[in-house]
């Protein structure tokens, strides 16, 4: 235990989300270890997407606490968990859409200059910080996009986007929301690659899947979240054993995963 | 006692008439999502139409019907030349063309009545109530009973009728409701014209409660119904509703009793500070937003 | 040159910096303001109190009212961070109106009478009368239009333009709203407030009727009708909308009609501003700035 301890990214510990009474998220813990992908998958309405918005800030936890390694951070507002080294994407995405695909990456890329009032006066965008951005483009891809809209990008580009807006914090964890759903099958493979890279990289990964053949195949682990409450947790061979997760999932109607 | 009264009553008789004003801006605000300011100026429209109608009638029941129909009108052009091509921009560009309109209407107003405050011919006197030691004026009766007359109406037209309901279904949810085959393009004409018709009657019954038509009338009415919307939690008509006579006995009685020096015309807006701090929601819930 | 074309020369310039102001809050924070006026007017009365009633010169109470006006400013942001859009709107009209009735029914503001006497600024020894002031007005408007161009190109313009487009988004990017949100009304009121200064200081008396909510409402329209979040658009704005009344004033009776009549021709058809993308200026010049 203090070996996995040691070499923990996230632990959530008992955390809880209600909205009035519909308890979102109950009662679930999990970490994500150092250098892992781990997977947060279930049915529609299990609470994933909740579980997210509570981790990186979006909404108060219930009840329960997170840990980003030594430092506790629930309750925190959602830029400064960011701050603290969390990255995220959304599910629907979120683009700065008025602004060029360059100055989405440079929002994330001036975090240190935000900290303080005098770093955040200079001008933004000196050569350094557009070759600075434009790496992180070319990372995800889409370098070749960079002066052009955000707003008139395909959805897999702006998952791409949002990816790239993430890095550019330089995050110890990075959370994706979804970030295959509603791509084709060729975009699915370069995403997956994508995700690989940025593991090997060194960056620790906790995402949201829907695809249960993408997730068995690119998480180390995965937690199976119903209802709010976690169902399972282990390998991916594990959970593709667990009678419970099959019922979760087979006996509710297949509409839940097609 | 008796004085208390009938500062209650008077209160009652003005929120009443901010109710009528306020139910218009609600119903659009539910349907549309736009904070209809022009609002105002139709029923300072509805103020002249009525008078001038009354002047050559001498019937109040004319006068109102008059105002009714050229406000219904004013408000569906409003709802058709400016508001529904705007609809797909952000919500403050259909609000200053709101306050534009308004500011036309004024202007209009003043140049074809005059810039003078306009009166009703005193043939309208009626014999006041006299209940124990209270009286109650003619003036206040007739406003109590045809807002009241015209709340029950509305309320039956809501809740009891398909329009209501294609209505409702309209404001809760625009596509899904032309999904179920409501014509909602329709339906939001109508609400501009029921709307636009009660601030006509709304118009009326103010020109004649302190006999005076003028083309700024609806200046101060423009700006505290949109406050007693928000506190009645905007789109919500009961909500809308219940705060407009709330406000109205609060200003009365501000008036009859208070010594301090509050301007009559901040308690709207006080009072919708205080709701925000408190219940952002407004008074009455309303899910959908 | 006439004093009438420097009189309303002065007038358009200090309505474009105020409007000016206003843009750093609607145009690059998004946070919609109808109480604009309200910081106009503050700045207004707190150089007429300072100057008359303490007997500071132009040359202190200006940075002094501006800075008053500023952090006054960024108490009444606060609603901002808690309501939004309509809502928001709602709440600076009543933030107008509430500031109004201060100085209208408070002793201490002078009441309806207002404040006069507030003194034409001196520079070595020469008093700043007409096309002096209104020399003093541009170099001020360009200095803060300068200033606008420097925020809209450092990393706080990045960050606050991002909240704009995405506030969810923006706070997953490290970008604290409630810091961002303040800022921007702290400096577009404090924009306010020096062209409050300047007004006070111009026409030399004030009265509560000169910071009501038909002048936010011109403000914001000048913003709107100039393109919003572009630096050039509210002084456009102004141009058009100051000269407007101006240009119709022979028509007496029709002005004020023609000017609304105007501003909804424009807003009707160019709802993104005559700056704005896809404008028919846009159209008509392609290569256009940013």
Request: glycine residues 12%.
């Amino acid at each position: 235990m203090t070996m996995a301890e040691k070499g923990m990214i996230l632990r959530v510990e008992g955390m809880s989300r209600y909205f009035g009474g519909l308890k979102a998220v109950d009662d679930v813990s999990f970490h994500v270890s150092r250098g892992e992908i781990l997977g947060l998958i279930g049915p529609n309405g299990a609470g994933k997407t909740t579980c997210f918005n509570v981790i990186s800030g979006v909404y108060r936890p219930t009840a329960g606490k997170i840990f980003l390694e030594e430092e506790r951070i629930d309750g925190l507002p959602a830029h400064a968990i960011a701050s603290r080294g969390v990255g995220r994407t959304f599910q629907i995405v979120r683009p700065f859409a008025g602004m060029t695909v360059l100055n989405n990456v440079m929002v994330g890329l001036g975090m240190q200059r935000y900290s303080s009032f005098l770093k955040s006066c200079p001008v933004f965008g000196d050569s350094q910080d557009r070759e600075e951005a434009m790496a992180f483009l070319r990372e995800v891809g889409i370098e070749g996009l960079a002066d052009g809209s955000s707003s008139v990008l395909s959805l897999g580009n702006l998952r791409r986007l949002e990816i790239a807006r993430a890095l550019a914090l330089r995050p110890r964890l990075l959370l994706l929301d979804e970030s295959f759903s509603g791509l084709s099958e060729e975009e699915i493979q370069q995403m997956m690659e994508l995700v690989r890279n940025i593991r090997e990289r060194g960056f620790s990964v906790l995402l949201i899947e829907h695809n249960m053949r993408v997730a068995m195949s690119l998480c180390h682990r995965l937690v199976v979240l119903d209802h709010g409450k976690k169902l399972a947790e282990g390998s991916p061979g594990e959970i593709r054993t667990d009678e419970r997760v099959i019922e979760a999932y087979l006996g509710r109607g297949a509409s839940a995963h097609a | 006692m008796q004085l208390f009264i009938e500062h209650l009553i008077n209160g009652l008789a003005v929120g009443s008439i901010y109710a009528l004003m306020a139910l218009g801006l609600a119903m659009v605000y539910g349907i549309l999502r736009i904070l209809h300011v022009a609002h105002a100026g139709v029923y300072a429209i509805g103020g002249y139409v009525g008078l001038f109608a009354f002047q050559a009638t001498d019937s109040f029941f004319v006068a109102i019907a008059a105002a009714m129909v050229v406000c219904a009108i004013v408000g569906v052009a409003i709802e058709k030349v400016i508001y529904y091509p705007l609809l797909k921009y952000p919500p403050y560009v259909p609000l200053i063309a709101s306050i534009a309109i308004f500011l036309s209407i004024e202007e209009i107003c003043r140049i074809l009545a005059g810039p003078y405050i306009l009166g009703f011919p005193r043939r309208l006197a009626l014999s006041p109530l006299t209940l124990g030691s209270v009286s109650i004026g003619g003036m206040q009766i007739l406003v109590l009973l045809t807002s009241f007359a015209i709340l029950l109406v509305l309320w039956f037209i809501s809740e009891r009728t398909e329009l209501g309901l294609a209505m409702q279904a309209t404001s809760q949810d625009m596509a899904m409701a032309s999904a179920m085959g409501v014509n909602t393009k329709r339906i939001i004409s109508i609400t501009f014209a029921m709307g636009s018709a009660v601030a006509a009657v709304a118009g009326v019954l103010v020109g004649i409660y302190y006999n005076q038509v003028y083309p700024t009338m609806g200046a101060v009415p423009a700006y505290k119904t949109l406050a007693i919307i928000v506190v009645g939690g905007l789109g919500s008509i009961p909500g809308a509703v219940l705060a407009a006579i709330l406000l109205g006995l609060a200003e009365a009685l501000l008036i009859g009793y208070a010594a301090v020096p509050l301007p009559r015309d901040a308690l709207a807006f006080i009072a919708m500070i205080i709701v925000f701090m408190i219940r952002p929601q407004g008074l009455l819930d309303r899910k959908t937003r | 040159m006439g004093g009438y074309f420097t009189t309303v020369a002065t007038m358009i310039g200090i309505y474009a910096l105020v409007a000016s102001g206003l843009n750093i809050i609607v145009g690059f924070a998004g946070q919609i303001s109808l109480g604009h006026a309200a910081f106009f007017g503050i700045g207004a009365y707190s150089t007429a109190l300072l100057c008359t009633k303490l007997g500071l010169s132009f040359w202190w109470s200006l940075p002094l009212a501006t800075l008053i006006t500023g952090l006054i400013g960024a108490l009444l942001g606060i609603p901002s961070l808690r309501v939004k859009d309509d809502f928001l709107a709602i709440t600076t009209i009543g933030i107008n109106f509430i500031v109004r009735s201060i100085f209208l029914y408070v002793p201490f503001f002078g009441g309806a009478l207002g404040i006069g006497g507030i003194p034409t600024p001196t520079l070595l020894d020469t008093r700043l009368r007409g096309e002096y002031y209104l020399t003093l007005v541009l170099v001020l408007l360009a200095l803060t239009t300068w200033f606008v161009h420097r925020f809209a190109r450092s990393w706080t313009g990045l960050a606050t333009e991002a909240m704009r487009e995405e506030e969810t988004a923006a706070g997953a990017m490290g970008i604290s709203h409630v810091r961002f949100k303040i800022l921007a009304f702290t400096i577009g009121s404090a924009m306010a407030g020096l062209g409050g200064v300047l007004y006070a200081h111009f026409v030399n008396f004030i009265s509560p009727d000169d910071f009501g909510f038909p002048v936010s409402i011109m403000l914001l329209s000048m913003v709107v009708l100039g393109g919003m979040g572009k630096i050039w658009g509210p002084i456009l704005g102004a141009i058009v909308l100051g000269s407007l009344p101006e240009v119709f004033r022979p028509l007496v009776q029709y002005r004020m009609l023609l000017y609304g009549a105007a501003l909804l021709l424009v807003i009707r058809y160019q709802p993104q501003g005559i700056l704005g993308e896809g404008s028919l200026l846009r159209r008509l010049f392609p290569r256009g700035r940013r």
